[in-house]
């Protein structure tokens, strides 16, 4: 089941993002209280040019806080529920993976931005995974 919500998720936004050239990202995350059951959750932005929906869920959050720090994470951040959180991304080139560290998380807790980034992304976040996402092209 989480195998097919990261294909879904990865053809969905693939298609919505189109072709075009680009310089930043933005990425705009929102939440409800009863997001993670109101407790703080965190985002992690990955650079990577591999597939990693075979990746769990364990060997993605231990990148997080990894000493030294992993060199494919991009950045972090904090998410408090009922807050709205935007972070930019500049382009890369290697395609980008958000994480969405939840205490028990759904089928969906990541989401693929392939090549080339979409000038911005709107995350709803559900209580235990990522609910809907619109990405505007370029």
């Not at 195998?3 to 990865?10: C, D, E, H």
């Not at 993670?36 to 990693?52: F, H, I, K, P, Q």
Request: overall charge neutral; hydrophobic content about 40%; proline content about 7%.
């Amino acid at each position: 089941m989480a195998g097919l919500g990261w294909r879904l998720g990865a053809m969905l936004l693939s298609a919505a993002l189109g072709t075009g050239c680009a310089s930043a990202s933005h990425i705009h995350v929102r939440s409800t209280a009863l997001t993670n059951d109101g407790n703080t959750l965190y985002l992690m932005v990955r650079s990577t040019d591999r597939a990693t929906a075979s990746e769990n869920y364990q060997d993605a959050a231990a990148r997080l806080f990894a000493e030294p720090p992993d060199p494919s994470v991009v950045m972090s951040q904090p998410i408090i529920p009922g807050n709205a959180t935007s972070v930019t991304l500049e382009e890369s080139s290697k395609d980008v993976v958000l994480y969405f560290f939840f205490t028990e998380p759904g089928a969906s807790w990541r989401l693929p931005l392939p090549k080339p980034l979409p000038s911005e992304v709107y995350i709803d976040l559900g209580q235990h995974q990522i609910e809907r996402v619109q990405a505007r092209r370029r």
